[in-house]
């Protein structure tokens, strides 16, 4: 029978990843994508604690300060149109109150709050979005994001594979300060940044896919996940893209990860998330009347307590999740 589909078989990596692992899922907005369902089945996982990081170079400064707690100070800080933002992090985690001292507090609270999450972990997932690097002009410091700011006050670079490489290295280097033995997987974002032209995002993801190839090659305990080629070649057509044919819809994310899964999970780790899956699936539930039902309640009670007595490794999260 013909194969209408190119399917790309899982990793054999079985076993990297268990709910005793804890994880860091650092990158673009696909790092984010993963990192919910990874929530939902309830793994240990930190996700994007500066918000979506697009470039290598701003994932490095960004694992960079994980590692050494080097706090924000005002000089990270910029205001526009009645907000406050922060070059090291994603727009969503801008204030509307332009308290400055409030805002370093909130940051430097969050960032606590990361360092904490991450220093007993043992995976961490960088997904590399794009080549391109914005650096401000008046201090050359290379922003994590634009905010809206006008293009005159950037500077836009594209990194080589030298140095998108050396950024990965340096990135393993910081993490590898929280834990010597820490396993990274990389992968690039299977979103097409169609704003810098078809072209150049393609070069870029090519860039990108070269400096992955050679850490891999240089570096220990780095494996490379292929979920842009998955995106590319065995879901090649748009009825896998969102609205704006640019993103992976759910779909096809849930497939992304299915593999994902399957390259990374043992038999037994597979197993125990689809029971957190259901957990998480009853807990997300709404009656049609608004009001809440006892006996449901009663009963997603019932089965958190069976999965934390069963899995020890799962009580903190599932007595978080059910007190919520």
């Known amino acids: 029978m013909t194969e209408f589909r190119t399917p790309i078989m899982p990793l054999s990596h079985n076993g990297l990843i ?7 899922m650092l990158g673009s907005c696909f790092a984010s994508n993963i990192g919910t369902r990874l929530q939902r089945d309830l793994f240990d996982v930190c996700v994007n604690p ?31 149109d009645g907000r406050l933002h922060s070059w090291h992090c994603h727009s969503s985690l801008s204030s ?8 370093l507090d909130k940051l430097n609270g969050n960032l606590a709050a990361a360092r904490e999450s991450v220093k ?21 410091m290379i922003v994590a994001n634009c905010h809206k700011f006008p293009a005159a006050d950037f500077v836009v670079e594209n990194l080589d594979v ?12 910081a993490l590898r300060t929280i834990n010597p033995d820490m396993k990274i997987v990389l992968t690039v974002s299977p979103v097409r940044y169609v704003g810098e032209g078809l072209h150049n995002s393609t070069v870029s993801k090519s860039v990108l896919m070269l400096a992955c190839e050679s850490a891999c090659n240089t570096l220990r305990n780095l494996v490379y996940f292929p979920a ?4 590319m070649d065995d879901l090649r057509d748009y009825r896998f893209y969102a609205a704006d044919m640019k ?3 759910d779909v096809a994310v849930d497939y992304i990860y299915s593999i994902f899964s399957q390259s990374f999970f043992d038999k037994a780790t597979v197993e125990l998330s689809e029971k957190c899956r259901r957990l998480s699936a009853r807990l997300a539930h709404r009656s049609l009347s608004g009001e809440p039902d006892a006996a449901f309640t009663g009963k997603t009670r019932e089965m958190a307590q069976a999965i ?16 919520q």
Do not use: W
């Open 162 to 173: 030298a140095k998108s490489f050396e950024c990965i290295v340096k990135a393993v280097a």
């Open 247 to 249: 993103h992976p819809s």
């Open 228 to 231: 842009y080629e998955i995106m």
């Open 120 to 140: 007993n972990v043992s995976v961490a997932v960088l997904t590399l979005g794009t080549r391109r690097i914005y650096r401000l002009k008046e201090t050359e």
């Open 50 to 80: 500066f918000g979506t990081l697009y470039n290598p170079a701003s994932i490095s400064v960004a694992c960079a300060r994980l590692a050494s707690g080097s706090e924000f100070t005002a000089e990270d800080f910029a205001e526009r």
């Open 18 to 24: 268990s709910h005793s692992t804890p994880l860091l």
């Open 96 to 103: 509307d109150n332009l308290d400055m001292r409030q805002y």
């Open 308 to 323: 934390a007595a069963e899995y020890p490794q799962l009580k903190p999260i599932v007595n978080k999740i059910i007190n």
